[in-house]
């Protein structure tokens, strides 16, 4: 009998991890053809289509680099993710640090309001922020994103932080006050460098969302000099749609410093989440 069990039991375990990994090769596949994709010319695009490139044409990342100016709208790009990043990261974890460590009256409701701001589509806001941006002559600047970035982000990132801060035992909190550590003592020698796995996780989140956006740009933006990568890529496919190689060229450049950047924080991005929503 027991026998029996084990064999099944292997059976299982080998059927379980055959589809993740079939799972996982359909998943990858994709970005695996648009990276081959982009050493190709458009001859040996149209007839290895699936197959590895005859002539590996490097000039490919060069010539979409220049003609695209992908090193402005990198910058760009940069800038406004950094900086919705720094703003989302100063509001949530004061905010989470109050709604988590404090009773006051209202609490549970300006919790909610919180979290129904996670429900809210947000290109059903384009409209309306585009009045908001045009009337106080926000449009054409960093300001035009770095705003709508940090208050979509925002809902999200209190509840992650809230749920992780309210992990924190109180007794660590009564032992700083018992040594004369003030509130804002307890919040950043204390609190802030226990809940760095929660804070990663949202620096992640927050960052990928504001790197990969495109609908903000496309409206908010419309000078050259201020075009974010996800805009300038788009202009640049729409001018050069008849040379594949070029344009897979330049989106394999965008898409490769995300990839870099969540292989490397995926360890704190999971153990982020799983801390927050188990103990919170």
């Not at 900086?83 to 989470?96: K, M, P, W």
């Amino acid at each position: 009998m027991s026998s029996t069990m084990l064999s099944i039991r292997k059976i299982r375990s080998s059927i379980f991890w055959a589809i993740l990994i079939g799972y996982g090769i359909v998943t990858i596949y994709p970005f695996f053809w648009l990276i081959i994709s982009a050493f190709k010319t458009n001859e040996d695009f149209y007839s290895r289509p699936f197959g590895l490139p005859m002539n590996w044409q490097w000039e490919n990342f060069t010539r979409a680099w220049e003609s695209a100016k992908l090193g402005t709208a990198f910058m760009n790009s940069l800038i406004v993710s950094l900086g919705s990043l720094a703003v989302t990261l100063f509001i949530a974890a004061l905010a989470s640090f109050v709604l988590a460590r404090f009773q006051f009256r209202m609490k549970g409701m300006i919790m909610a309001f919180f979290v129904v701001g996670m429900l809210i589509p947000i290109h059903s806001t384009l409209v309306p922020l585009f009045i908001l941006m045009k009337q106080i002559k926000l449009l054409n600047t960093y300001w035009a994103l770095i705003l709508p970035y940090t208050a979509f982000a925002l809902p999200t990132a209190i509840f992650v932080l809230s749920a992780y801060l309210m992990s924190i035992p109180k007794d660590i909190e009564e032992a700083s006050f018992i040594d004369g550590t003030g509130v804002w003592g307890l919040f950043l020698k204390v609190i802030l460098p226990m809940s760095l796995p929660a804070l990663s996780t949202v620096t992640i989140l927050s960052f990928l969302h504001s790197w990969n956006d495109f609908s903000f740009a496309l409206v908010f933006i419309s000078k050259t000099s201020l075009k974010t990568l996800p805009l300038g890529i788009a202009n640049f496919a729409d001018g050069y749609q008849t040379d594949y190689g070029l344009t897979l060229a330049g989106m394999t450049i965008s898409v490769i410093p995300t990839v870099i950047m969540y292989l490397i924080f995926q360890e704190q991005v999971m153990k982020g989440m799983t801390a927050g929503a188990v103990k919170g």
